[in-house]
Structures are given as C-alpha cells and as structure tokens.
C-alpha cells in the first residue's frame, strides 16, 4: 500500500518540475529584437567563415565554373595558390574568363572550344541534319571529354580539365589556327593547337609544351584520356547501335574492332588510328608519323531497350600515354570529325576507310573492287534508286550462268528420276548396295545433287558482300525512292502503337515485297528439287526441309529486315524478281529435257573416269557393305 501511494507522489513531482521548466523556457524566451539580432550575427559570422574558407582554398575550385579574376591577388593568396597547384598557379591570376568559350567557323565545321581544359566543347557539321532534320552534332553538351594527366617535378598530379586556357584565334594562309595555352609563366606553357583548313573534316591538332622541361615529371607517364558518348542520329537507334562500334589501326596496317554487341574493353600496341564510328558519323584520332606505343580501349553499350527514347548509343574511352622528348611534350595529331564516307576517308592515305565494315575477307575485296566504284559510276547520272535496280540488273545477268547451270542439274535429276527410283526398288533390301547403284548411274549421266548445289555456294559471296555495301553506303544516307524518304532507313508505310519483338514498332513495305519474290522464287525452284530429290535411310529427310525452307526464309526476310536499310530490301526484291524472270526463260526457251535425255544416253555409253574422290566413296561404301554382310554371317551363327 504504501509502495502505491509512493508512485502517485513521484509522479505528481515529475509533472510538477516539467510545468517549472516550462514556466521559467517561457519567461526567458528571446523578444523580436533579441532575435533579429541573433539571426544578423549568425550570417555575420557565416559569411567570415566563408571569406575565410575561400582565402584557404586560394580562389581555386575544380568545378564547372570558374570565376573571371579581374583583381590583383596579394601575396598570401599567391603564396596559396603556389602551394595548392605549385607551377601552374601562374594560369590562374590571369584575367581569362575561363567559363566562357571561343567559337570559329569554317565551310564544314563550326566550332566551340572550352577555355576551361581547352578542348572542343561543340562540334556542328554544318552539311548534314539528322532524321529529325536537326543539326548532325559530334560533339555536344558535355558528351566529350579531352584531358591530358600530368605529374609535377614537386610531386603533384593534375589535369588540364581544372585550368583555364588562354586562347587565341589567327590566320595561317587560307587555313584558320586556335591557340589553347595552359601558361606557367609568359614564355612556359602547354598548348593546344588546332589547324582547320577550308572544307576539310582532318584538323590537324598538337599537343606541344614549351620552357616545362623542369616541371614535368618524366618518370611519370603523360597520359591522354579521350572520352566520348556518340550521339544519336538515325531513326533506328538499334539499327544504327549495329554500325557503331570502336575500330583502330594496328601494327603497321591491321585492323581490330571492339564488340559490336556488348561492353568490351582491350590493349593496343603500335595504335596508328583509332575511330569512334557512329555508323554514317566517325570521330577518329590519328597517330600520324609516331604510333601510340599503348592505347587502353573500353566501348560501353549505352541502349538498353530500344523503345526508350535514347539519345546515345555507345560510350568509347581511350587512355593513352605520351612519351617525352627532351622532358617536353611534342605530338602531332589528327582529329576527324565527319561522315564515314569511303570517298572522303581515302583521300587521307592513312587507311582509315578500313573502319568502315565493308566485310570481311573476300566479301570485303569484292565491296572495295566492285561493287563501291560500280555504285558510285551508276549514282554519278541516275537517281540513287534507279542506280541500285540498274546494279542489280547487272549483277544477275553476269550470275545467270549459275542459274543456267542449277536449271541444268535439276533438269538431269528430273530425267534420270524413274531409274533412280527402279533402282532403289530392286535393292530396298540392300540400302547400301542401292546407295551405289545411284551414285554410278549419277556419274555415267555427269548428273549429281552436288551439282546443283556448288553453283549456288557461288553466289554467297556476292550476296554477303552486297548485304554489307548496303547499310554503309554513306551515298544512300537520306536519298528517297518512291515512299522511302532514306534508303539507308527503313521504309515505314504504318506505324504501329506498340511494339514488336525483333520486329519493331513500324510496317516496312520494302520487306514485304522481297518476302513475298523470295516465296515465288524458292517455291518454283526448291519446289522441284522436292520432286526429285531422294529420300536415304539414315539421311535427313531433304524433301521436309526444303518444304519448311520455302516459309522459314520469307518469315526471316519479313521479320529481320524490317529496320534495314530500305535499299537494300529493294535489291532483294529486284533481285528474286529478275531470278523469276531468268528461270522461266532457261526453263521455257532454253533448256530442252529432250535434248539433255539424249545428251545423258551419250554420256552413259562413254567410259567415265572416276575422280580420287569417288574411288575413295567406292572404296568406303565397299568395306562398309562387306563389314555389314560378316556381322549379319556372325549373327546367323
């Protein structure tokens, strides 16, 4: 009881010293006066610190914004700046306004360099627009980055993005010079200097120093680290991220590429160019006389759904480390900004039009000999679509023979059909045996499947090479044909509010209609190889096959080439169209099965000569027929 009444005391005194407290925070609380008067001494007292902090970090900041210093700095605020940058602090007491930037033009560029870093901060090309028909921008809204890492004989390390250059603009003939200097004193500095020469995309850029000899570190490498996000330009951003990718110059003239598809990153040695190609654009780096010994290399995939609106398709880096030469910096570059156009890449005579993907191997020795120099003869005095149905007119004539000679073959299979099938039915107990029955009565008529499948294995090359010259060919960037406006785009007739899986959210008629030549095409030709094609115990049913081939490759031609370039759907189209056309003149007016029958029975009576070959497959089919008869002799036992 008496525990209880000791609780209710102790909390009426607890509540009694809390009303105290109240009472007296209430009585002792500031008036309006009192307050305002603390309020100014707080920010009195904030912005001393303020003023203080700044004199101890000596007027120097590393962000975006510097401040123009138009006053005279006094000897502790030197004194500040030597010990934060040592040399360098010189670059900083000069009046530049290193926030602002230095424009100039020329007939193909126009340009905006950075005072601060003293790199390009905007490159326009004034000749092209994108699909939007805005203005095609290499560089733009900080998506480059060119610095240079330095180390200091006092043991520091900096970077030329947190200095102020001191610009200048002048004339050296014709051709326009920019001056970037990043000054340790009047006579000491590390300059930037851009050459543009009239209606050129190669300006001519060196990194030079003068009088640093005693401030650099030499045993500390010099590095150069270019960054840069490659800006959309094409409808297609995942048809266009296809022919972005990184491609350098090694070695004395090979080529390499980073992955196409997904993020990479790889060492170079002896690097003579590297290229930052954005599929009909290319910002490339050029080495010229001395190859850059090292070159760190990264590609970052920067389209993670193509339904998103993305404005960049690929993010390259490239860290690069200079030699020194005498303890100074002495490199002569070059810097394209400009179309992936094989025409204007050749003209440099450095090899950089092996960035563009013309294919590889013979496909693309095919591309560079024939197919570029016909297509730029053709698009000299016709219009860019009639130029690519007059090539391919010229490509199915010259290929007609290898038509003719497929027709021939299924025109022999399709004689020697009703023996062939005598002879399977007189040894359908023996498959081996009919196997070669079949295969002599081939020969002696110079008949085979093969036939008529190595002629076709002919026009792969051609077809591949072609498959490659399409899409790259700068010359058909925004050239309309009848309803496509860009034949280096997709052809859009509909577009569709939602979106398809790898088919996209558009209908592209030029796809449809090779789809639908190809179905015609393969039906009358695949059709009749069905006819007389064999079917072989143990073999793949061909037949089946070539059924399910006649639908599968529409089906992949409808679907895949959708968000291709429109010409080169019009080729294909063109192209199955006039391989109809050929067929039924070979069939109708040229091939006589009469004929051809009579040619057969000639060529049976003739003594045939084996091949090595076919001894062999004779050789090989008998050792199996007679291992097949011992083990069904040792069964029976």
């Not at 610190?49 to 975006?64: P, V």
């Not at 026009?459 to 860009?486: C, H, N, S």
């Not at 899986?501 to 059709?527: K, N, Q």
Request: glycine share 4%; with cysteine.
């Amino acid at each position: 009881m008496e525990e209880k009444k000791f609780d209710v005391k102790s909390i009426i005194g607890f509540v009694l010293i809390f009303g105290i407290l109240l009472y007296i925070m209430y009585q002792n609380q500031p008036t309006p006066e009192e307050l305002e008067a603390q309020k100014k001494a707080e920010q009195e007292q904030v912005e001393a610190e303020t003023m203080q902090s700044k004199q101890n970090e000596s007027l120097i900041t590393t962000s975006a914004d510097y401040t123009t210093q138009t006053q005279v700095l006094d000897s502790t605020q030197k004194a500040a700046l030597q010990n934060k940058v040592g040399d360098f602090a010189y670059a900083l007491t000069l009046p530049s306004a290193a926030n602002k930037q230095t424009t100039v033009e020329t007939e193909v560029f126009e340009l905006k360099f950075n005072n601060k870093g003293g790199h390009l901060a905007e490159v326009k090309l004034k000749n092209f627009v994108d699909y939007d028909s805005v203005p095609v921008y290499m560089v733009k809204d900080n998506n480059s980055a060119f610095n240079i890492q330095f180390g200091t004989s006092d043991n520091r390390t900096l970077n030329t993005q947190d200095f102020p250059f001191e610009p200048s603009v002048s004339k050296s003939g014709e051709n326009t010079v920019v001056s970037m200097k990043l000054k340790v004193s009047e006579t000491a500095y590390l300059e930037y200097r851009y050459e543009l020469k009239p209606k050129d995309y190669m300006i001519d850029f060196s990194i030079k120093s003068q009088g640093l000899n005693g401030v650099f570190n030499t045993s500390q490498p010099i590095e150069l680290d270019w960054k840069q996000k490659n800006i959309r330009h094409s409808k297609s951003i995942s048809y266009e991220n296809r022919y972005t990718r990184l491609t350098y110059m090694y070695d004395d003239g090979k080529v390499d590429k980073l992955s196409q598809a997904s993020d990479d990153d790889e060492t170079a040695e002896d690097v003579e160019w590297l290229s930052y190609r954005q599929h009909f654009f290319s910002s490339i780096l050029v080495a010229n006389d001395i190859p850059f010994k090292k070159a760190a290399l990264t590609s970052l995939d920067l389209v993670e759904d193509e339904e998103i609106d993305t404005l960049y398709t690929k993010l390259y880096t490239s860290k690069i480390p200079l030699a020194y030469s005498g303890g100074e910096v002495n490199r002569n570059l070059g810097l394209y900004y400009g179309p992936t156009d094989n025409t204007t890449l050749k003209q440099y005579d450095k090899g950089l039009e092996e960035s563009i993907p013309f294919g590889w191997g013979i496909f693309g020795w095919i591309n560079k000999v024939l197919f570029i120099p016909l297509f730029g003869f053709l698009s000299g005095f016709l219009p860019y679509g009639i130029a690519i149905i007059v090539m391919t007119i010229l490509v199915k004539i010259v290929l007609s023979f290898v038509q003719y000679k497929q027709f021939l073959s299924q025109a022999k299979m399709k004689i020697l059909k009703p023996e062939l099938d005598a002879v399977r039915e007189k040894y359908k107990d023996n498959k081996l045996k009919a196997q070669q029955e079949t295969m002599a009565i081939q020969s002696r008529a110079g008949a085979s499947p093969l036939s008529g499948c190595l002629p076709g294995l002919m026009q792969i090359p051609v077809f591949y090479a072609l498959f490659m010259f399409f899409p790259t060919a700068f010359e058909l960037r925004q050239k309309g044909f009848l309803w496509a406006d860009d034949l280096s785009s997709y052809d859009s007739i509909l577009d569709l509010p939602f979106h398809i899986p790898l088919y996209g959210d558009h209908v592209a008629l030029f796809p449809i209609l090779a789809a639908i030549a190809i179905f015609f095409y393969m039906r009358m030709t695949t059709g009749q190889q069905m006819a007389n094609q064999p079917t072989q115990e143990g073999m793949p049913d061909m037949a089946k096959m070539m059924k399910y081939m006649i639908y599968f490759s529409p089906i992949l031609m409808l679907i895949f080439f959708n968000n291709y370039a429109s010409g080169l759907s019009l080729y294909y189209f063109i192209s199955n169209l006039i391989s109809i056309g050929i067929m039924l003149v070979i069939k109708n007016y040229i091939i006589d099965e009469d004929k051809v029958l009579a040619k057969i029975e000639v060529s049976k009576t003739k003594p045939k000569k084996q091949s090595k070959f076919q001894k062999k497959m004779a050789e090989m089919m008998e050792q199996a027929e007679q291992q097949k008869q011992a083990q069904q002799k040792g069964r029976k036992k």
